[in-house]
C-alpha cells in the first residue's frame, strides 16, 4: 500500500502556537500544536546563536505558545514572527515518515 504525504503550507492567516522548542548549534525547532514542526536558522537570534546550549535549553512558552522566551539570554521570539524564516517545514505523516517542504504561503 503506497501512503502519500500531505504538503504542510503555513499561511498568512495561520494562527502557529508551539507546544515545544529545541535549540541546537544550527536551528530553531519549533513543534506547533498541529504536529508541524518549523526549522529556523539559529542566526535569526544573535542572543542564542551566542548563548551556551544550558541557556539555550531554558525557555518557557508565553502567552499559551503564541512566543518563547529564553530568560537567561533576555530573549523573546513570537511564533508567528519564526514562520517566514523557517527553512523548512516538517510534519509526521500516518507512515511514521516526515515530509519536508519550503514554507509555501497561499
Aim: charged share 25%; net charge negative.
Amino acid at each position: 500500500m503506497q501512503v502519500m504525504c500531505m504538503r504542510v503550507p503555513i499561511s498568512p492567516d495561520d494562527s502557529p502556537l508551539a507546544n515545544g522548542v529545541e535549540v541546537d548549534d544550527r536551528e530553531i525547532h519549533v513543534t506547533l500544536n498541529d504536529g508541524r514542526i518549523l526549522h529556523v536558522p539559529i542566526g535569526i537570534s544573535r542572543r542564542l546563536a551566542e548563548a551556551q546550549p544550558d541557556q539555550r535549553m531554558r525557555y518557557r512558552l508565553i502567552a499559551h505558545g503564541i512566543g518563547i522566551n529564553w530568560p537567561d539570554v533576555d530573549e523573546d521570539l513570537s511564533v508567528r514572527g519564526l514562520v517566514p524564516a523557517a527553512t523548512r517545514v516538517c510534519m509526521q505523516c500516518a507512515c511514521n515518515c516526515y515530509h519536508v517542504t519550503k514554507v509555501a504561503w497561499y
